[in-house]
């Protein structure tokens, strides 16, 4: 099992882009890298997933390089709205059916006015 | 529309009455998932289902088990809840894809416990 560290929190004005990065070591071949954002009292909720390269969607961006042993969450132009906890995932044995979704710590991103 | 629901929001259990919380999906995933997540930790995967498949980690403790009778139904069942098994508890569901990858994990609102 892939583990991932992240900082533990950061903080951001509104506006700014906020880059938060993952560091996952002993990825496997086949692992995608996953980021899920979690407000309190809510489930965590799906933002992007990549492979390699850069992949990018209406809310984020996510940066893969090519040995794969890190990625980062680009958030542009944050709100007051996109304070919560983000969380860096790495998939599990993909050869086991049923991915198990491991969370780790997570970064804490407070934005200010 | 709520796709992963969660029933109670809120639970009060007496110590050591057994208590279940349920889960339902609108979605047809193959895949359920419980978590426990403490206050300021990460949620923690307690187990998961793929179709009938159960997958338990490794230190779930004994007092939790899981069952899932049909595809849109799960439930998670403390035998004898202790003071330090009050939690949120989540549901999430996903679709195993190509060579069993996740997709995208939707998750229910939780169900919020108190053990007194």
């Known amino acids: 099992l892939a583990k991932t560290t992240q900082p533990i929190s950061m903080d951001s004005y509104e506006g ?14 086949n692992d995608y890298i996953t980021w ?50 983000y969380y860096c995932l790495v998939g599990d044995n993909p050869n086991q059916a049923g991915t198990a979704l491991i969370f780790g710590k997570g970064t804490t991103l407070s934005v200010s006015s | ?28 995933h193959n895949v359920m998932y419980w978590y426990q997540q403490k206050s300021s930790q990460a949620p923690k995967l307690l187990f998961h289902y793929y179709d009938k498949d159960f997958n338990n980690e490794a230190d779930t403790p004994d007092n939790f088990q899981s069952r899932r009778p049909n595809t849109s139904f799960c439930f998670l069942d403390i035998r004898s809840p202790g003071l330090g098994d ?17 997709t995208e994990a939707f998750f229910g609102q939780g169900t919020r416990l108190t053990v007194v």
């Open chain 1, 16 to 29: 700014q882009e906020v880059n938060i990065t993952c560091s996952h070591n002993n990825i496997a071949t």
């Open chain 1, 36 to 85: 899920y954002q979690q407000f309190p009292s809510q489930g965590p909720r799906f933002i992007i997933q990549g492979y390699k390269t850069k992949v990018t969607n209406e809310v984020a961006s996510l940066f893969i390089p090519a040995d794969r042993k890190s990625s980062t969450l680009s958030l542009p132009r944050v709100s007051l709205s996109d304070t919560a906890v």
């Open chain 2, 1 to 28: 529309d709520a796709m992963v629901i969660q029933n109670p929001r809120y639970q009060v259990t007496q110590f050591g009455k057994p208590v279940t919380l349920s889960c339902s999906q609108t979605l047809n």
């Open chain 2, 86 to 102: 009050a939690a949120m508890y989540l549901c999430a569901t996903s679709r195993d894809g190509t060579g069993g990858r996740a």
